[in-house]
Nanobody
Framework: QVQVAESGGGSVQAGGSLRLSCTAS????????MGWFRQAPGKERELVSC????????QYGDSVKDRFTISQDSDKNIVYLQMNSLKPEDTGMYYC????????????????????????WGQGTQVTVSS
């Protein structure tokens, strides 16, 4: 049974940092593209960042480029999202997702943007940034 779980959310002031973690049990990261999405109240879920199976291809949403960094520890099956220079507009529920069936191609394709491209989702972790 595959389980995806996020941790590390919290409340910070603007300009602060948080690091989110995502674990995926039941599958190896060698078989997965991992993505971070977020959803603010009343808005659609959007891609924040994703990383390919090999870890060599990474993609970021335009609003988080140069502030957020995705990385993975394949030995531990953990993917991280380091979030720096946080802004109030970064507030939302952050979800980790895993593509096992190979629907995504990381690196400038729309496949990674679609929530339907991912097979497994975590329950989400809340990030709140105050001004």
């Amino acid at each position: 049974q595959v389980q995806v779980a996020e941790s590390g959310g919290g409340s910070v002031q603007a300009g602060g940092s948080l690091r989110l973690s995502c674990t995926a049990s039941g599958l190896s990261f060698d078989d997965l593209t991992m993505g971070w999405f977020r959803q603010a109240p009343g808005k659609e879920r959007e891609l924040v960042s994703c990383i390919s199976r090999s870890g060599s291809n990474i993609q970021y949403g335009d609003s988080v480029k140069d502030r957020f960094t995705i990385s993975q520890d394949s030995d531990k099956n953990i993917v991280y999202l380091q979030m720096n220079s946080l802004k109030p507009e970064d507030t939302g529920m952050y979800y980790c997702a895993a593509d096992f069936q190979g629907r995504t191609v990381v690196g400038g394709t729309e496949s990674v943007l679609r929530t339907g491209s991912y097979d497994y989702w975590g329950q989400g972790t809340q990030v709140t940034v105050s001004s």
